[in-house]
């Protein structure tokens, strides 16, 4: 009897340092049981080929000042939301930084970070691996967006006096961003506190997505090399919003905003809208501005399906809009194309 109890003590505790350290905490305490059982944060990472990424709840500073102790359960409301989400479409919660949430994806073993980059390099079988990963990821992101939405607890917020007071007309919204490339897995920390997790440049780009989603006006942005490992019919629903350069990443960023095949998140968005967006997005690549914003002013006027029945303004064209109208809407002697993203 005592020998059983005592094995369910050590089951619910082996459960909960699961939940506690994620799956790439679980990776760290078994590199450590190997070497004797001594947190030893001085054991080298891993290189590992993933995808990243990162979403954050909206006007986060503001709800906490209105709710008080109340926004645990809000925070953790949306959490359950994600991390469902995200379990169930292959992927990892790695990090909860309070209003803020790090995911990741990673591939097979067998699955190399040249098999990512140069997808068109590599057999037919990884090709459909990678896109069953990164469609898995970027359903989730979908999922979850709706679920917002459907949430019956997160819609009380919504009614809530004192939150629409401070906030008027209270949404709970998040920006998500989607990257992929390589990371170094392992413990950071000491002897008295590690956490597991991953150092990159890729991992911060995709904070730095989610963080330009409030730039373009969209809820989710993907990189260009996210895109490129998407299934070919997830590819045909992306829209390019620009062409950026990141300080803190030195490569091209094609960015995208994924049209989800939910209703109410699709409502109003016509063929000809986005055939329309997209000439005007191709003269303001090509440095012809003044044609580029005469197309994307009409754009910019938006379409129906606001949440409460209003017209939506399309955030893209606006974004695109501002740039070349901070320069008289003529493009820079120097224009090669693309801009550096200065809005982090």
Not at 159 to 164: A, H, I, P, S, Y
Request: a negative charge.
């Amino acid at each position: 009897m005592e020998t059983r109890l005592l094995e369910n003590s050590i089951a619910k505790i082996c459960g909960l340092l699961a939940v506690g350290f994620g799956e790439a905490g679980s990776a760290v305490i078994a590199e450590n049981m190997k070497r004797g059982g001594e947190i030893d944060p001085m054991i080298p990472g891993k290189k590992v080929c993933a995808i990243f990424g990162f979403c954050d709840i909206r006007q986060f500073t503001d709800t906490t000042e209105v709710l008080q102790e109340g926004i645990m359960e809000f925070v953790n409301t949306i959490g359950k939301i994600v991390h469902m989400e995200v379990h169930l479409h292959g992927g990892s919660a790695n990090k909860n930084i309070g209003d803020a949430f790090l995911l990741v994806w990673k591939f097979p073993k067998d699955i190399t970070l040249h098999d990512v980059e140069a997808p068109h390099l590599t057999t037919k079988e990884k090709r459909e691996q990678i896109a069953v990963v990164a469609n898995n990821a970027l359903a989730s992101f979908v999922v979850i967006m709706a679920g917002l939405r459907r949430s019956a607890k997160l819609n009380t917020y919504r009614n809530d006096t004192r939150l629409n007071a401070r906030l008027p007309n209270f949404e709970v919204k998040m920006g998500f961003g989607l990257h992929v490339g390589w990371a170094i897995e392992g413990a950071i920390g000491s002897e008295y506190k590690v956490d597991a997790s991953y150092l990159s440049p890729n991992v911060n780009m995709s904070a730095r997505l989610e963080a330009a989603t409030k730039q373009f006006g969209v809820p989710l942005l993907l990189s260009e090399d996210f895109v490129h490992i998407c299934g070919e019919r997830v590819r045909a629903q992306c829209r390019q919003l620009d062409v950026v350069t990141s300080n803190s990443f030195q490569s091209y960023e094609d960015e995208f905003e994924e049209h989800p095949d939910i209703v109410a998140l699709r409502r109003g968005v016509t063929e000809t809208f986005l055939s329309e967006f997209k000439r005007g997005f191709d003269l303001y690549r090509a440095g012809e501005w003044g044609d580029a914003a005469a197309v994307l002013r009409e754009t910019a006027r938006g379409f129906g399906g606001g949440e409460r029945g209003d017209d939506r303004e399309d955030g893209p064209s606006l974004s695109l809009l501002r740039v070349m109208e901070a320069h008289g809407c003529e493009a820079p002697r120097d224009w090669k194309g693309y801009r550096e993203l200065t809005e982090k």
